[in-house]
C-alpha cells in the first residue's frame, strides 16, 4: 500500500512538471529559428530550451523544487553529472529559464580555462556578473537594470533622500553601502561618470584606490576578496527587489585539465571556497560536471562541510530522440517554407527515424544526434527533390 501511495505521489508529479511545462508559450517564428540556430553548432538556445525538452520530468522535478526552496529563503548546492553530450549544458538552461520565470537573478558561464580561469576568483566573479540576466532586461545590462529599477522605486518613495537609500541596504557591508548610496545620489543629479564608476566597482573592474576613494570606500575588488564580493552581491540583489541568485557553472571538470600544478591546485581551492560560500540564502549553486571529474574528486568533495547533492542524468533513449526528433522537424516546418512538404511529414520522417536509430546508441550523444538532424533538414529543405532518408546521415 505504502509503494503504491509513493507511486501515486510520483505519477502526480510528473503531471505538475508536465503542466508547468506545456503551459510554457510556445516559440514565435523568430525565435523557433533562434533555436534552431544553436542546435546547429550544438548548443541549447538562449531562450525556448522548454520547447525541445524530452522525458526530463525527474532532473525538472528536482530542479523545480530547489528554485521554490531558494526564492524562499534556502541555499542549495547541486552538482549536475553526465556524460559528454547527455544534456548537462541544456539542463543548466532549463533551469535559468525557471529560474527566471521566478524573479531570481541568474549567471551562467562556463569554468573553462581561456574564457573564466578557475584559479583567478576576481576574473570568476567579474565572467559572473557580466552574465547576470534578470527578467525583463537586456543581456549584458542586467546589474544596471537592477539598480536603475531600486533608484527609480526609491525616489518615488524618498524623494532623492540619500539617507533613505542607506536605510533600505543597511544588512549591506559599509563598503556595498557607500557604493550603492554613491550610484543612488548620482541618479538623481546626473552625474553619469560617478554612477559609471559605482557600476564599475560592483563589476569588480575598478582598481584604482584614487577612484575607489570617490565612492566613499577604501576597498578595491582583488581576487583575495572576490569572494566577498560574490556573497554580498547576492545579499544586495536579495534586498533590491529579487527573489535570489542562481550561479550556474557549466564544464567544472576543465580544473583538472591546467598543465600548471599551482594553478590547478588554486582551481581545486577556489571551487572549495566557492561551494563553501554556496551556503548564503536565497543563492543556488549548480556545478555542471563528468563522471570522471566526480570519481577523482571525491576526497576533494567529501571534505566540503556542505556535502553537495548529485543529479546524474544519461542521454536520451531511442524513444525520446525520435520524439525530439519530430519536435525538431515542426520548428524547422514553422521557421523556413517548404516546397513538397509531404516528404516530411506523417510516417515517412517518422519511419526515416526510426531506420537511422535501428542500430546501437553506442557514442550517439544528444548533441551528434541533434545537430545531425537539423543538417538533414536543411538540406532536404533547399532540395524538395530529395527524399528524407537520403539527408539523414549514418550515425
Known sequence: MVGSQSDFRESLERVRVRISISQSRQPTKQEAQAILSALRVGVPPQRGVLAISINREKEFQTILADVEQVASGKSKLLFINGLYGAGKSHLLYVLKEFALSKNLAVSLVSLTHGECP????????????????????????????????????????????????????????????????????????????????????????????????????????????????????????????????VILLDEAESIASVRQLPQREAGYRNLRSLMESGRTPFCYFVYATTPDFMEHSREFLGALTQKPKVLEIASLQRDDLIELGLVIRDLHLQSYTWANVSRIKGSRWLGSLRKLLGGSREQLTNRVFVRSIVAALDVCQSNPDLAPETTLPGL
Open 118 to 245: 578557475l584559479h583567478d576568483l576576481l576574473t570568476v566573479y567579474q565572467r559572473l556578473v557580466q552574465s547576470l540576466e534578470v527578467p525583463d532586461a537586456p543581456k549584458g545590462q542586467a546589474l544596471e537594470a537592477i539598480l536603475a529599477r531600486w533608484a527609480t522605486s526609491l525616489h518615488a518613495h524618498a524623494r532623492g533622500s540619500t539617507d533613505a537609500a542607506r536605510v533600505s541596504i543597511r544588512r549591506l557591508p559599509p563598503e556595498f553601502q557607500a557604493v550603492l548610496a554613491t550610484f543612488y545620489s548620482a541618479s538623481q543629479t546626473h552625474d553619469y561618470a560617478l554612477r559609471s564608476l559605482a557600476l564599475s566597482w560592483l563589476r569588480g573592474e575598478l582598481r584604482s584606490p584614487r577612484q575607489a576613494r570617490c565612492l566613499g570606500v577604501a576597498v578595491v575588488p582583488t581576487n583575495d576578496n572576490a569572494l566577498w564580493m560574490l556573497g554580498n552581491l547576492a545579499r544586495m540583489i536579495r534586498f533590491l527587489t529579487l527573489s535570489g541568485l
